[in-house]
């Protein structure tokens, strides 16, 4: 018998969420044995979702996975598991308050009795083996992010995966965690597993990888051998050639300064930097486009922005009409300035559209009054108003919904945003901050959402939004505004910058970083 | 000295019966079910064994005090685990809200308790005072020999079986929790059933288990006070709040059963602490009795103050489990 | 485990109102077979007598209608009182002793001040002094969950027992004769303190105060700013952050609304009903209630009806049982029934149940 030289084949493989759109559309993918093989994608490319339909959490529409040359169906965690994958996801799925060796062997088969001494010698042998450096004791929230992913990798090879799946490992570890995963990583592939690592991050997959496979927009382009390929080869397989969208950009009338951010510092709940000295000016009548790979500061620096967010150092200010500036946001909230509620509107679209833009149980009318409840005096609020511009914006924004009472929860995902947009554009905003303004929208709202966009611009206000697609980004913005780790990493023209240049821009603070 | 020992009998006396309960709601809370409807529960199980040994008493020639604790115990357990069964079905399968469902439980299983205890003698044909004598007796009595010790005997072994049970069992469950492999997929599913889920473990069969095997034992609780305490008669009401006490020993306990003991030994003491104060009005020794709460209160706000992972609820406590459908 | 069942459960987006109330009266017929065979097995008196005799020990004489509509009433003030703290999701289990400290301190009232001052003065000051007794208790614990997000849950249930203790402290002082242990009726003679009739009924002004608050909580959770704050609260703390609400302080000015008309149930209860009180004062209304606000979806129309409805069964079975020299507890059992079915029904009517072929 002629053993199989694939861990993993995948045959023309196709996933679809809902009727528009299209994850993964007819991809092929092959894993050798004992091979690490980098999946290379932008944001919202397909990666996870295909290799989620490796691990059971998702099901394949179309097309054949094939597990050591076997056909192979794959339609729960279980399954997959029992096939020898184990995916270690972002978010780790550990229990916190047991300890590392618990949560390796938790609800495996075994004896009644649990002899902690004998499982955790074990796992030691095996965390030895390849050179990991855990703590079987040590419960998971004592950990840093590194040990509890330490832990996860552990738990894969315990139950015994040999193929094993990251979905970017590194975008939490410091630049001496990564090589030290790698060294682990290497040291499994000597041992003939297969690997396949996420990631979108190019110095990393020329370091650690045998071979690069690309997606770009939910579709294979290709795969190459690691030696063969260089950070431009790469950067062009994964953006691609540039795609006119031919999106409006009207040229800024009068910009004047608005919003003035300097060196603002956040940090996070581990109290680790998630934004880093940022400092910049958006200007009135035009729209600054962020860019960054995903998690690099972006919802943090909006919220800062809107004081929703705590700031650890610098301060916001804004600057009215009449060349004013008042400090709206810094560290300590007791030194704003009272004047700054009056001084500039700031309007906020964030990222979690029903989970904190709208209340999804509530109906327009009252998702309206979400921001305006308070206007008007005596106990009672006015929901006439609030009506009133409902109706309008399902007339304006073509708003398709039953009616002005039903829950927004039950719109789509289109419809949901123009709710959104219209009623913080309603507010008549001096600041229009945008997350992520047309994710899940199909392309009809996707450019309803640009215009209104525009509109706003055009009316003197400053826009800032972060969007993930770069095709859009080049062709909305005035300027860009490039994050990495919490870092400005450049503010190009958006008229005359390349995506090879912002794609560079947006790994460049890591490249400094680390040495692997 | 003598007034210490019968204080310090008096407080386990007290104790036992919340320590039933307790270790019985440990179990529960372990899978992510609070439930509310011990009290309930403490009724039922108290009044069924009491029947069942009725039942026995007046039918047999000669009733032997073995097989009433027997038959007894074994109508206390089904009992409240009946009761616990509704409520698994509703919350889990059903996916109805605990903290209503379990307040449903307790209306329902106190009336359950009340309404046979006082009809019990009508509905047996007006016997008049209710009483199992021969069973109560063998639940009453001591440790031979051991029991005649001075001062330790009286601390140690003057109590009926169901005191040692009952710090046995929680012993067990404590051995169970910590040091078994079903016990840490049980702390799993409370603490997060989705990875508990993903781990291959069957979220849903452990829910019920946990509930009705712990319902059953809180149960015994009922029983305990029935038997033992009160010596095989029946009052109604007389069981108290002592249901609830059950569930702020958990609290007090911090969901550790080794800590129920001991903590239902001090519930029995600051229980009854106002007999043994001199000098206390009738008054005062009202406001004695708040203790038990007062101190569950400051453990509460205290844990929730130090944000102590080991000190918290199962963190799935109260909210049911289901798969995303997808 | 659900792999190879050919059960498939999916959330529904929305039902006809009406086949949601169909889902409720097929439960709530249910549970009246199951509670027939109860009586049934315990009594073998022909169901249908049982429900005559049901009907007639709810509201066969025009004392006992009053009486059913009285404590219909206080159960529904109670279910409105916690009406604000569960939409903000507070689970709020302490009426019980709201309501108690509530009673308390009318009875204080009634006992120190009920012959020196002028009933409309009294009853003025009962009611604030209720209130106030409410508030207290119910925005201890809302503080706690505010700033240290202390479980509201246990701290409430504990709660209770610290004010029936504080209640059995307030006995030793006012019991009457000496020795009994109770309060006995207080100012029997001269009714001060009683919560007078209203155009000869006896109980016109409980309706009364109950209808208002009822209107009062539907407008409030309505129309009112703090209404609105309270729901979006409860829905999302992120929203409400991001709508610049202060969650902090909507928690513990809710629980103190909460609180407060539970402490004023209290007031009823002794001034307008019970005219003592007790440790049993309460009588586990508060944790009733929280079933009737939970099944009637916190509509107030609605907890009207299931308010009526558990209080008609409850006294019905009362009726039942001293018949047959039963116990009254019976109520319980029937109530714990009827319960358990209604709450089993809202799972139909969330989700839809499919049975699909299993596929191969």
């Known amino acids: 018998m002629v053993e199989a030289v694939n861990a993993i084949e995948l045959k023309n493989i196709t996933k679809r969420f809902g009727e528009k759109v299209i994850a993964n559309d007819s991809v092929n993918l092959t894993v050798r044995k004992g091979e690490i093989l980098s999946l290379l994608g932008e944001n919202g490319s397909g990666k996870t979702t295909l290799m989620n339909m490796l691990s059971g959490i998702y099901f394949p529409d179309e097309g054949q996975i094939f597990v050591n040359g076997k056909e192979v169906m794959i339609s729960s965690p279980k399954d997959a598991f029992d096939l020898g994958i184990g995916m270690i996801h972002q978010h780790f799925k550990l229990i916190e308050v047991l300890t590392a060796a618990e949560n390796i062997i938790l609800g495996l088969p075994g004896k009644m009795t649990l002899n902690m001494d004998e499982v955790i010698k074990d796992i030691q042998a095996l965390v030895d083996k390849y050179g990991f450096e855990l703590d079987c004791r040590k419960k998971i929230y004592e950990m840093s992010v590194s040990e509890k992913q330490t832990v996860e990798i552990v738990k894969m090879l315990y139950r015994g995966s040999d193929i094993l799946i990251l979905d970017e490992p590194t975008a939490v570890l410091t630049p001496q965690e990564t090589e030290k995963l790698f060294a682990v990583l290497r040291n499994m592939r000597a041992d003939g597993r297969s690997i396949i690592i996420i990631t979108h991050k190019l110095h990393e997959v020329l370091a650690l990888s045998d071979r690069v496979s690309v997606l770009r927009k939910g579709k294979y382009i290709g795969t190459v051998n690691t030696c063969d390929a260089t950070e431009s080869s790469l950067t062009e397989m994964m953006v691609g050639e540039k795609v006119s969208l031919n999106i409006d950009r009207p040229e800024p009338e009068n910009p004047r300064e608005i919003l003035k951010v300097s060196g603002l510092t956040c940090l996070d709940n581990e109290g680790v930097k998630s934004l880093d000295d940022v400092s910049f000016t958006a200007f009135g009548g035009e729209i600054l486009g962020v860019a960054g790979i995903a998690g690099s500061g972006q919802k943090e620096l909006l919220e800062a922005i809107t004081n929703l967010c705590p700031i650890a150092e610098g301060t916001i200010s804004c600057v009215n009409e009449h060349g004013k500036e008042v400090v709206i946001s810094g560290k300590s909230p007791e030194h704003i300035s009272k004047e700054s509620i009056h001084i500039a509107h700031i309007s906020f679209v964030p990222e979690d559209r029903l989970g904190m833009g709208l209340v999804a149980s509530m109906d327009m009318t009252d998702n309206m009054m979400l921001r305006s409840y308070r206007e008007g005096k005596g106990i009672f609020a006015d929901r006439k108003k609030p009506r009133e511009l409902a109706e309008r914006l399902i007339d304006k924004l073509s708003i398709v919904t039953p009616g002005v009472s039903t829950p927004v929860g039950r719109l789509s995902g289109g419809n949901v945003q123009k709710v959104l947009v219209g009623r913080e554009i309603a507010m008549h905003p001096d600041i229009l901050l945008v997350a992520y303004p047309v994710r899940g929208l199909d392309i009809n709202s996707s450019y309803q959402i640009y215009n209104l966009m525009n509109e706003q611009k055009k009316k003197g206000v400053a826009v800032i939004c972060v969007i993930e697609d770069l095709d859009v980004l080049l062709e909305i913005s005035d300027r860009i505004l490039v994050l990495c780790g919490g870092r400005v990493t450049g503010i190009v023209d958006g008229r005359t910058a390349t995506k090879d240049e912002i794609g560079l821009l947006m790994t460049k603070g890591q490249k400094e970083e680390s040495h692997v | ?326 | 485990m659900f792999k190879d069942s050919s059960l498939h459960i999916a959330a529904r987006d929305s039902i006809v109102w009406w086949k949601a109330w169909l889902i409720r009266l097929i439960a709530v017929l249910l549970s009246l077979i199951v509670c027939a065979i109860v009586i049934f097995g315990l009594t073998k008196m022909n169901p249908v007598e049982v429900y005559k005799g049901i009907f007639s020990g709810a509201v066969g004489t025009s004392r006992r209608a009053w009486v059913t509509i009285r404590d219909t009433m206080v159960l529904l003030l109670i279910a409105i009182g916690l009406t604000p703290a569960f939409k903000m999701k507070f689970w709020n289990i302490g009426a019980e002793g709201q309501i108690l400290v509530g009673g308390a301190a009318t009875a204080a009232l009634m006992i120190y001040a009920g012959d020196s001052l002028p009933t409309p003065v009294l009853m003025i000051l009962m009611f604030v002094a209720s209130m106030a007794a409410g508030v207290i208790w119910g925005v201890i614990p809302a503080i706690f969950k505010a700033y240290f997000n202390t479980n509201e849950t246990l701290f409430t249930l504990m709660l209770n027992y610290v004010a029936m203790q504080i209640v059995t402290f307030c006995i030793v002082y006012w019991e009457n004769p000496a020795g009994s242990n109770t309060v006995g009726i207080i100012n029997s003679a001269t009714r001060a303190g009683w919560l007078p009739e209203l155009g000869g009924l006896t109980y016109g002004w409980n309706v009364v105060i109950v209808l208002v608050f009822t209107i009062g909580m539907y407008i409030y959770m309505k129309y009112s700013k703090q209404g609105y704050e309270v729901a979006v609260v409860g829905e999302s703390q992120d929203t409400a952050r991001y709508a610049r609400i202060n969650v902090k302080r909507t928690i513990i000015r809710t629980m103190g609304i909460s609180g407060g008309i539970c402490g004023i149930a209290g007031f009823l209860l002794v001034s307008g009903a019970s005219h003592t009180i007790s440790t049993s004062t309460a009588g586990g209304r508060g944790f009733t209630a929280i079933i009737v606000a939970w099944l009637s979806k916190f509509n107030a129309f609605v907890m009207i009806l299931v308010s009526f409805f558990l209080v008609f069964m409850g006294k019905g079975a009362i009726q039942i049982a001293s018949q047959f020299n039963l116990n009254e507890n019976a109520s319980d059992v029937i109530t714990g029934i009827i319960l358990f079915f209604i709450l089993g029904s809202e799972f139909f009517i969330r989700y839809r149940i499919a049975f699909t072929k299993a596929h191969k």
């Open chain 2, 1 to 326: 000295m003598s007034a210490l020992i019968v204080f310090i009998q008096k407080a386990i006396a007290q104790g036992i019966g919340m320590l039933f309960g307790a270790t019985g709601e440990i179990i529960t809370e372990k899978s992510g079910n609070l439930n509310l409807g011990v009290p309930g529960l403490m009724y039922m199980g108290g009044i069924a064994g009491l029947m069942g040994a009725f039942i026995y008493e007046s039918g047999a020639e000669n009733p032997s005090g073995i097989v009433g604790v027997l038959i007894s115990m074994l109508c206390a357990l089904l009992a409240s685990g009946f009761g616990a069964l509704i409520y698994s079905v509703l919350t889990i399968t059903l996916r109805a809200n605990q903290n209503v469902t379990g307040l449903a439980l307790t209306t329902f299983g106190v009336g359950f308790g009340n309404f046979f205890g006082g009809s019990l003698s009508q509905l047996a044909g007006g016997v008049g005072q209710i009483s199992v004598a021969v069973t109560g007796g063998t639940y009453r009595t001591k440790i031979p020999g051991l029991s005649k010790i001075p001062v330790i005997g009286d601390v140690l072994f003057s109590y009926g079986f169901m005191t040692y049970f009952g710090i046995i069992l929680a012993i067990l469950v404590s051995w169970f929790m910590y040091k078994s492999r079903k016990g840490l997929n049980l702390r799993a599913v409370g603490e997060s059933p989705a990875t508990a889920d993903a781990a291959g473990i069957n979220v849903t069969l452990y829910k019920y288990l946990a509930t009705i095997i712990g319902g059953a034992i809180s149960g015994l609780g009922g029983l305990y006070f029935v038997m033992e305490y009160s010596g095989g008669t029946w009052t109604n009401n007389g069981f108290g709040d002592r249901g609830w006490l059950a569930i702020a020993l958990v609290i007090f306990a911090l969901w550790k059963p080794i800590n129920a003991i001991w903590g239902s030994f001090l519930f029995g003491a600051l229980y009854i602490l106002y007999l043994y104060i001199p000098g206390l009005g009738r008054s005062m020794q009202e406001i004695f009795k708040m203790l038990p709460y007062l101190v569950t209160i400051v453990v509460l706000i205290f844990t929730s103050f130090r944000k102590k992972k080991e000190y918290q609820p199962p963190e799935s406590l109260g909210n049911s489990y289901f798969r995303e459908e997808r």
